[in-house]
């Protein structure tokens, strides 16, 4: 059973803030959070992670729920260049990550 | 620094060829990994590295050897090539004693058996 829920697509305005939600209901207390994207089949890039607290890095946001069932990656100003699947992956164990299909985002001008 | 480098990028194989994937790293990651992705779907495990001289298998391992003699190289090799096996290969690594939780990945092998 996947351990996280995305949304399989989603569109977004260039220059305007994309949130995309991960659902991870099953998380236990000593798993991760972590979120990469993929750009047109290049190999996959590390945007940020997290285990309770929200963080933030130069390239995005991320909002973790209290009750950690649920977070938010949160690109605050999106470019062309933003276009990817973005993956969202719960594990306690970041050296064998779980690859799911993916939330599809296509940032249009 | 190069990062991570996969070569060859593409490959064609007949059915019951061998070849070897190879990917070395210049960043002193002591962290290696090999993850196959097949058309429309996210990455699988392979084989995984956390050292010089230590493997271990990761989701998807069958058809498939490792071995690790050195901290940079860390080559996939396939033995007697299947159809099944034809996919894109991506080989990642990550500075294990850090920590940080970032998998570095190279561009990608892709590999068709025919």
Same mark, same amino acid.
């Given at each position: 059973?996947?351990k996280?829920?995305q949304?399989?697509?989603?569109?977004?305005a260039?220059?305007?803030?994309a949130?995309?939600p991960?659902n991870?209901?099953?998380?236990s207390?000593?798993?991760?959070?972590y979120?990469y994207?993929?750009?047109?089949?290049?190999?996959p890039?590390?945007?940020i992670?997290?285990?309770k607290?929200n963080?933030?890095?130069?390239?995005?946001?991320?909002?973790?729920?209290?009750?950690?069932?649920?977070s938010?990656?949160?690109l605050p100003?999106a470019t062309?260049?933003?276009?990817?699947?973005?993956y969202?992956?719960?594990?306690?164990?970041?050296?064998?990550l779980?690859?799911g299909?993916?939330?599809?985002v296509?940032?249009?001008? | 620094? +190069? &990062?991570? !480098?996969q070569?060859?990028?593409?490959?064609?194989?007949?059915t019951?060829?061998?070849? #070897?994937?190879?990917?070395?790293?210049?960043?002193?990651?002591e962290y290696m990994?090999?993850?196959?992705?097949?058309?429309?779907?996210?990455?699988r495990?392979?084989?995984y590295?956390?050292g +010089? &001289?230590? !493997?271990d298998?990761?989701?998807v391992?069958?058809?498939?050897?490792?071995?690790?003699? #050195?901290?940079?190289d860390?080559?996939?090799?396939l033995?007697?090539a299947?159809?099944?096996?034809?996919?894109v290969?991506f080989?990642a690594?990550?500075d294990?004693g850090?920590?940080?939780?970032e998998?570095?990945?190279g561009?990608?092998?892709?590999?068709t058996?025919?």
């Amino acid at each position: 059973d996947a351990k996280t829920t995305q949304p399989p697509s989603m569109d977004c305005a260039e220059g305007r803030a994309a949130n995309l939600p991960c659902n991870h209901s099953t998380i236990s207390g000593n798993e991760y959070v972590y979120w990469y994207r993929q750009i047109h089949s290049q190999g996959p890039q590390y945007i940020i992670h997290g285990l309770k607290n929200n963080e933030t890095n130069e390239m995005a946001s991320l909002i973790i729920t209290e009750d950690r069932k649920s977070s938010t990656l949160i690109l605050p100003h999106a470019t062309l260049r933003d276009t990817a699947v973005y993956y969202c992956i719960v594990t306690d164990s970041w050296g064998k990550l779980q690859f799911g299909a993916g939330t599809q985002v296509v940032v249009t001008p | 620094n +190069a &990062g991570v !480098t996969q070569t060859p990028k593409f490959q064609v194989l007949k059915t019951g060829q061998s070849m #070897t994937l190879q990917c070395a790293q210049d960043m002193n990651h002591e962290y290696m990994s090999w993850y196959r992705q097949d058309p429309g779907m996210g990455l699988r495990l392979i084989h995984y590295s956390v050292g +010089a &001289g230590i !493997t271990d298998q990761g989701e998807v391992p069958n058809g498939y050897n490792v071995s690790r003699s #050195t901290t940079e190289d860390f080559p996939l090799r396939l033995l007697s090539a299947a159809p099944s096996q034809t996919s894109v290969y991506f080989c990642a690594s990550s500075d294990w004693g850090g920590r940080t939780g970032e998998l570095f990945f190279g561009e990608g092998s892709r590999l068709t058996v025919l």
